[in-house]
């Protein structure tokens, strides 16, 4: 059974930085691209970063030179380093991998990220 495990988030203000952790099991992680996606209330999920099995990346626009995506196949975990942030981040954060374009595997709980003054 695939388990993911977001963690990192909390309360910061506008400006500050928090590094997000995805801890996924049951998968053949190395494989497969994983994706960062956040939803914010009343929205739909929101894909903001992957990075494929061979350590490509890619951004959403409204994070780009924001945010950073990277992997750690030796710990099954990716991460996302958010700096500069802004209120409009305000989201919860979740992993998952990717495939065909789509989120594969059930979410998992996320992590609440909340930017605010």
């Known amino acids: 059974q695939v388990q993911l495990v977001e963690s990192g988030g909390g309360l910061v203000q506008p400006g500050g930085s928090l590094r997000l952790s995805c801890a996924a099991s049951?998968?053949?992680?190395?494989?497969?691209?994983m994706g960062w996606y956040r939803q914010a209330p009343g929205k739909q999920h929101e894909l903001v970063a992957f990075?494929?099995?061979?350590?490509?990346?890619s951004y959403a626009d409204s994070v780009k030179g924001q945010f950073t995506i990277s992997r750690d196949n030796a710990k099954n975990t990716v991460y996302l380093q958010m700096n500069s942030l802004k209120p409009e981040d305000t989201a919860v954060y979740y992993c998952n991998a990717i495939r065909f374009g789509a989120p594969l595997y059930t979410w998992g709980q996320g992590t609440q990220v909340t930017v605010s003054s």
């Open positions: 049951g998968t053949t992680f190395s494989i497969f691209t």
């Open positions: 990075i494929n099995s061979r350590g490509s990346t």
